[in-house]
């Protein structure tokens, strides 16, 4: 790499290290900058995700006092994204590369809309309960189907990971009724337990690029934490909109 270049790659480090404590969509900055620099796409995946790393981590080190407040739910969402990306790392591995290309824009559009219409869902669900009667579900711990569904976040985590704390923060929204604080800060954790997995995976399995790794976990740890402090200031609403404009944007840029 050039100066130019290795300053390029540490700049898409500190800013994916910000994005992954926000919005969630880290890898849609630092992926494509990989590829300019002329890594191949599975080189550049691989280092990618072991370079985001440390960013997750000083993220959900950000969100420590959120993480606290439901430690039954925190040890869930770490415990089966961790297990759902040994499976996503392992498929990056066998399959040929750009297998969900035609797959991934869509599925980030899908779980854009979840989180914009999330609040709408969970009222009219509150609703139907109180015409009925009934006391609502406790919906403050993980169900079956919260829990199923988040382990699929971490196996797409472990593949590819763009978009992952999208489609992460929307599955928790709408299996949980927590502030969405604490769930931007759940979804931090879970690109966390993904990413780490996956990197012992691809450490032992994979070819990847050391210089590039080492540029963006420097990047990515300061980023990490400093979108922490913002995440957990940002309103609610502002940070559902924030989550959905960008994930639109990435979405419609990988249809290109």
């Not at 309960?129 to 079956?144: F, H, L, S």
Request: charged share 10%; hydrophobic share 55%; aromatic share 4%.
């Amino acid at each position: 790499m050039t100066a130019l270049e290795a300053l390029a790659v540490l700049a898409a480090g500190l800013g994916s290290g910000v994005l992954t404590a926000t919005v969630g969509v880290a890898s849609l900055l630092s992926f494509p900058v990989l590829l300019a620099v002329g890594l191949p796409p599975v080189v550049a995946n691989a280092s990618n995700t072991v370079g985001l790393t440390p960013g997750a981590l000083s993220g959900s080190f950000g969100y420590r006092a959120e993480l606290r407040e439901h430690p039954r739910v925190t040890v869930v969402v770490l415990t089966v994204c961790a297990i759902g990306s040994v499976g996503g790392a392992l498929l990056l591995l066998v399959l040929p590369p750009g297998v969900f290309e035609a797959v991934v824009p869509w599925l980030i559009l899908f779980t854009c809309l979840l989180v914009g219409v999330q609040p709408s869902i969970s009222s009219a669900v509150r609703r139907r309960a109180e015409a009925r009667g009934t006391v609502p579900v406790d919906r403050t711990t993980m169900g079956p189907l919260t829990t199923v569904a988040t382990a699929l976040t971490g196996v797409y985590g472990g593949y590819f990971g763009a978009g992952s704390g999208v489609m992460a923060l929307a599955v928790l929204a709408l299996g949980l009724d927590l502030e969405l604080r604490v769930v931007n800060a759940l979804k931090t954790l879970a690109i966390l337990a993904a990413n780490v997995v996956a990197s012992v995976i691809f450490v032992v399995l994979a070819d990847l690029d050391w210089a590039v790794i080492g540029l963006l976990a420097a990047g990515s740890i300061v980023g990490g934490y400093v979108g922490a402090r913002i995440g957990r200031r940002l309103p609610g609403a502002v940070l559902r909109v924030a989550v959905v404009v960008v994930g639109v944007t990435a979405a419609l840029l990988l249809l290109r």
